[in-house]
């Protein structure tokens, strides 16, 4: 058996989530490989908007178990927020979900850092959504961390100890703060101890030599990963497949089908490069139809036409072999919807993204008609309008790659199997 993982090829917000939540009853296991609480899973069924964090998109099927994995950074405070949420809708989370000994924890003070560097970056800032990302991975790879494991061992000394540290980096900063979040933090903590916290590395690999289906999901998109992003406007993990590897503890081998979401178009939340950004009425069209505004930020997001380029090198460092594109039904009223095909990078023409992407790169368009239909009653295939049909088609010969599911709408019920 091995295992499947789905990711975003864009920057993030591309419907992750609620592919999770429709894939789930395939599988045994639910993991999430990376990320934290700047995550925003969106999931609606039953006429309600659940928006996951932390917890991975199966906990709402019962019968399918949840791992948040080694490679998460896990905030406390967020984290029993989601819990609560849950217990509230009558559900009991610690039947189905458990947490890996090596997860990273976000600090109150971890946030407070986030906040004080991206205001002393000034009109150079990176667009972070201020939970504490960034200093956590920090801390991980410059052997200070705090992990789950941590609090059966000495927690309260650890913990202290890395707070001194964080308060003489936060003298750094001409930077004002409190720590009015710390009782918060430790409530959380005792809500993670009622969870069964375990080695996920040895529970995975068993799973998988016991034939158990597994699903790895991922946070954030491609264009956001620590190397391979738009770096610096990037996240502090690998987004990647081989991110769901190293999240994990699992072998490359036993990677199988790598599920790509895309939305039709393109989003991006914070700065950084934008080769198709719209700026103007068209911009501001899809991004009122498609309530672009960021799920954990709420900050509107940057929107622009389908980007090729961007969408062939997201394949490629993933080795994608499906994928779902969502959102389709945010074009329905457009008469023309344009693809980028390839960069004009000063006056030359080129399929690759460049290195410095504030350099002059123009996109190069193809102009496709639209359907100018109502998708979002369809339910089969066989429904799809011609003109869509025809732009499945083209995107696949572009990408060498099938679109599996297609997303006409914001419901489980919404997402069509195409191939």
């Not at 030599?209 to 990963?225: F, P, Y």
């Not at 090729?308 to 080795?319: D, Q, R, T």
């Not at 994608?320 to 990078?345: C, E």
């Amino acid at each position: 058996m091995k295992v499947d993982v789905l990711l975003g090829l864009q920057w993030g917000d591309e419907g992750k989530g609620k592919v999770v939540d429709v894939l789930t009853p395939r599988y045994d296991v639910i993991a999430r490989f990376q990320g934290g609480p700047n995550a925003g899973h969106t999931l609606e069924f039953n006429n309600q908007k659940h928006i996951l964090h932390n917890i991975p998109s199966g906990i709402f099927r019962e019968d399918t178990l949840n791992i948040i994995t080694n490679g998460v950074v896990l905030d406390p405070i967020v984290f029993r927020r989601e819990i609560e949420a849950l217990e509230a809708m009558d559900m009991d989370p610690t039947e189905n979900l458990w947490i890996s000994k090596k997860a990273h924890l976000i600090l109150p003070t971890h946030r407070i850092l986030d906040a004080a560097s991206e205001a002393a970056k000034g009109k150079s800032k990176i667009g972070s959504t201020l939970k504490g990302i960034g200093p956590t991975y920090m801390d991980k790879t410059g052997r200070n961390g705090l992990r789950v494991g941590d609090i059966d061992l000495r927690f309260r000394s650890k913990y202290e100890a890395l707070k001194a540290k964080h308060r003489q980096l936060l003298k750094l900063y001409d930077f004002e703060y409190t720590l009015e979040e710390e009782e918060k933090f430790f409530e959380g903590i005792e809500v993670i101890r009622k969870f069964r916290r375990v080695d996920t590395e040895y529970e995975l690999n068993r799973m998988l030599k016991e034939n158990k289906s597994i699903l790895a999901e991922g946070a954030q998109g491609t264009l956001l990963d620590i190397d391979f992003g738009s770096y610096p406007f990037v996240t502090s993990s690998n987004t990647i497949c081989a991110g769901a590897c190293t999240g994990m503890g699992l072998a490359p081998s036993s990677i199988g089908e790598v599920y790509g979401i895309f939305k039709a178009y393109c989003t991006r939340v914070g700065s950084g490069p934008f080769p198709t950004e719209l700026t103007g009425e068209e911009g501001n069209m899809l991004r009122d139809i498609g309530k672009e505004f960021g799920s954990t930020t709420g900050r509107p997001r940057r929107c622009g036409w389908l980007d090729l380029v961007a969408m062939k090198y997201s394949i490629m460092l993933n080795g994608v072999t499906r994928l779902i594109m969502t959102k389709t039904d945010v074009l329905d009223s457009f008469d023309t919807i344009r693809v980028a095909t390839a960069y004009s990078v000063n006056g030359e023409l080129t399929d690759r993204v460049p290195y410095d992407l504030e350099a002059a790169v123009e996109p190069v368009y193809t102009d496709l008609p639209g359907w100018k239909t109502d998708l979002t009653g369809v339910r089969s295939k066989e429904q799809f309008p011609q003109q869509l049909t025809d732009y499945i088609q083209f995107l696949e010969k572009e990408l060498e790659v099938s679109i599996a599911f297609v997303g006409v709408g914001p419901d489980r019920e919404q997402i069509i199997e195409s191939r």
